[in-house]
C-alpha cells in the first residue's frame, strides 16, 4: 500500500488560517484522486474534500466551502488543503488519503497532523 505523510497541523486562534500538505514519498501522486478526512475528538471521521486525478475538479462537505480549499502541485507531487477563517469546531486530526474517484472508498492513509483551533 502507498504511504502518505501529512504535515502542516498546529494550534492556531479562531479565524486565522492553516495550510496542510500530503506527500507520497516515491509515488506519483498525480495518479490518484486525493481525500482529506477529519477525526474530532469523541467523534468518527468525516470527509472533508477530495480533489479528482482525471480532471481535478474538487469537492468539499458543506461546513468547509467557501473557507477551505484543495489543490494539487505536480511539480511538487504533493496535495495541500488551505484552511482559512478556522472555527474552533475545525479541531481534529486531519488524514489524507487515497480516495478513486472521489467515492470515499479509502484506499492508503497518512498518519494524520493534529489541527487545534482556540483562543
Known amino acids: 500500500q502507498v504511504q502518505l505523510v501529512e504535515s502542516g497541523g498546529g494550534l492556531v486562534q479562531p479565524g486565522r488560517s492553516l495550510r496542510l500538505s500530503c506527500a507520497a514519498p516515491?509515488?506519483?501522486?498525480?495518479?490518484?484522486?486525493i481525500s482529506w478526512v477529519r477525526q474530532a475528538p469523541g467523534k468518527g471521521r468525516e470527509w472533508v474534500s477530495c480533489?479528482?486525478?482525471?480532471?481535478?475538479?474538487?469537492h468539499y462537505v458543506n461546513d468547509v466551502k467557501g473557507r477551505f480549499t484543495i489543490s494539487r502541485d505536480t511539480a511538487k507531487n504533493m496535495v495541500f488543503l488551505q484552511m482559512n477563517s478556522l472555527k474552533p469546531e475545525d479541531t481534529a486530526v486531519y488524514y489524507c488519503?487515497?480516495?478513486?474517484?472521489?467515492?470515499?472508498?479509502?484506499?492508503?492513509w497518512g498518519q494524520g497532523t493534529q489541527v487545534t483551533v482556540s483562543l
Open positions: 480533489i479528482m486525478r482525471r480532471d481535478g475538479s474538487t
Open positions: 516515491g509515488l506519483n501522486m498525480s495518479y490518484y484522486s
Open positions: 488519503a487515497t480516495d478513486p474517484l472521489c467515492s470515499r472508498n479509502f484506499g492508503s
